[in-house]
Every structure is written in C-alpha cells, then in structure tokens.
C-alpha cells in the first residue's frame, strides 16, 4: 500500500510558467515532508521540506504548501526553467524514525523552452 | 566535503549469485540508510544503521542485509539474486537524524540476468 499519494506522473510547462506537483498521505503519525529533485543518473537531492506545524515554506522559486486538515502538500515552481526538468519526488518520514522516508510514486517534469 | 560516495557504480550479476554494494558516507555523518528504486518508482527503504546498530528494517526479504563499520562506511549485501533485484540502490547519509539533513548518493545500478 503506498502510504504517499503523488500526482500526476508528468507534467509539461512553458518556461516561465508554474509547475505544481501534489501529494496525499494517510498516516497522521507522519511529521517531516522533504521534496526532493532527481537528474537521471544521480541520487535524489533534497529541494525543500516542511514539518506539520507550517502551513507555506518558500526557498527562492520553489514552495511548499500544506494542508494538515486535508493531509495533502503540493510543491510550487514558480518561473519554471528548462533546467528544472527532472524527476521530483514528494516523501514523508514519522518522528520515531526520520530516518525511514516513505516517497512518492515521481512526477517528470519536463519545461518546454 | 565530497558527499556520498557509493561503489561500484554500474554491476551486472546472474539469478543466484551475490552481490556486496558499497557506501561512504559524508565526513562526520554516522547515520547511513539504504533505499531500491526500481525503474519509474520512488525508492523504497530498506535499512538504516546508526553508530553501527541497525535502526530500521523496511519490508525486504532476509536475503537483504546491510551493516556498518567503525569508520561510519556501509555494506548492503544481497543473496539468491533473482531478477527483481534489479534496480538502483543508493544510500543516503545524515548527521543524526534525516529531519537535520540527507544526502544521497549516485546509486549503483544493479542488473540480474
């Protein structure tokens, strides 16, 4: 059972456009939720996160929003480029083990020039 | 500081045999885990181990098994390959905690023919 919902599976953006990616979780014990980017050929890297006590996390273009009612977040990318073109992955971890992260499924984002 | 080194980086190995992957983790971090990322999904946790001790087992056969040595490096040995093994495995590296930050590396791309 996937315990992170991730949507969709792909997605294409004009340059300078927004790039919203969402995910859903089950599971209130949950407590920490990374976003990370993946470039084919190399591990995941960490992008932004955000703990359950905050409803928006920005760091430059990217942000994070989250509805702890809902237990849904989204990753926002604001004036996407080309060079965002990657695989993101939204994930979760619980407090009595940072350590083991649950991802999502992976969203292909592709920003057309 | 050179992150996550893992080795080898690309092994092809027959149904049947075993395979040891290696991990170095980032100078100073003691905390390693070790995620499979099958083609097209988001990893998939498998262990981590802290000051040597493992600390999490995720939902892998016994065929799978992982330990840490005193200089914080890292082995995930795999027994009875069988085809579904194939994947990326990568490890990833933190301080304590990952909620502190984690840092992956490349992965090794394991083929079982």
């Known amino acids: 059972q996937q315990q992170v919902k991730q949507s969709p599976q792909s997605l294409i953006v004009q340059k300078g456009g927004i790039s919203i990616i969402n995910c859903a979780y089950e599971?209130?014990?949950?407590?920490?939720f990374p976003w990370y980017q993946q470039f084919p050929g190399k591990g995941p890297a960490l992008l932004i996160a955000?703990?359950?006590?905050?409803s928006e996390k920005k760091e430059g273009r990217f942000t994070i929003s989250f509805n702890k009612s809902a237990k849904q977040f989204s990753l926002h990318i604001m004036d996407s480029q080309p060079g965002d073109s990657a695989t993101y992955f939204c994930?979760?971890?619980?407090?009595?083990?940072?350590?083991?992260?649950?991802f999502g499924s992976g969203t292909k984002l592709n920003v057309k020039p | 500081d050179t992150g996550v080194t893992q080795s080898p980086t690309h092994l092809i190995k027959t149904r049947g045999q075993q395979v040891t992957l290696r991990c170095s983790p980032i100078?100073?971090?003691?905390?390693v885990s070790w995620y499979q990322q099958v083609l097209g999904q988001g990893p998939q946790f498998i262990f981590q181990?802290?000051?040597?001790?493992?600390?999490g087992r995720g939902n892998f056969p016994d065929r799978f098994s992982a330990r840490q040595f005193p200089n914080y490096s890292s082995e995930l040995n795999v027994n009875a390959l069988l085809l579904g093994d194939s994947a990326l495995y990568l490890c990833?590296?933190?301080?304590?905690?990952?909620?502190?930050?984690?840092?992956f590396g490349s992965g090794t791309r394991l083929t079982v023919v």
């Open positions: 990833a590296s933190s301080l304590i905690t990952a909620n502190y930050g984690y840092t």
């Open positions: 599971n209130t014990a949950f407590d920490y």
């Open positions: 955000i703990r359950p006590d905050v």
């Open positions: 994930a979760a971890s619980m407090k009595d083990n940072f350590n083991k992260f649950y």
């Open positions: 100078s100073g971090h003691k905390s």
């Open positions: 181990y802290y000051e040597k001790e493992e600390r």
